[in-house]
């Protein structure tokens, strides 16, 4: 359900993801290609900036769903990770969109439309994360709940207070001696709790494994 508008108009803001690479759980081949990344990747999204503001919008502007898997602040002297967005760039992305007028969301809602028939206006989006990293807790929820934002976090059950890396997070299997152990360690049930107790938070199953 994600929609490109929605991808465009992040982009008009800051690039959606850091470090974009073709299979997400691979790390960067080389410090040429993050630099590479991180010349071309804003160019891009300048130009698709002034496009819209010349240009506008192509047609009505459908719900979006954000998909967000690590929320992690940048390791000095380790490779940016995988499928990540920094603290300040999260932030940066909800503020854009809330200035752009649009509305955040629970995703259920969004369903119950759906599944009801309902209009849904435009400028509505929904926020979620995949596999249930711990820095989503540390990092993701005081954002959340400062801008009042609600967000589902899709659970890798069986990873639930382990003490490693996610077995397919081969950024951090790589670099886990130089890393705090929050960018890599999944949710324990304690924190797992603490996050279904706000009111911005809904917990869901991703898969067990």
Known sequence: MTNPMT????????????NSVPNRWVPAASRAQEVMAAAVIPSVAAVGAIMNR?????????????????????VP???SPTINVTPHRFRQQLVGLLKRDYQFWPLEKLLEHHDHNLDVPD??????????????????????????????????????????????DHWALQNREGLPSSAYLPLSLKE??????????????????
Do not use: W
């Open 192 to 209: 797992c709790q603490q996050l279904a107790s706000s009111e911005f938070i809904t917990l869901g199953a991703h898969t067990h494994t």
């Open 7 to 18: 991808q465009q108009t992040l982009q008009n803001e800051i690039p959606t993801q850091e």
């Open 123 to 168: 400028k509505v989006a929904c926020v979620t994360f995949d596999d249930g990293f711990q820095n989503v807790a540390l990092h993701a929820l005081p954002i959340l709940e400062e801008l009042k934002i609600h967000a589902t976090i899709f659970l890798a059950t069986a990873y639930i207070d382990s003490e490693t890396p996610f077995p397919f």
């Open 77 to 79: 002297g380790v490779v």
């Open 54 to 74: 010349l240009f506008g919008a192509t047609g009505t502007e459908r719900p979006g769903i954000l998909m967000y898997h690590r929320i992690a602040p940048k």
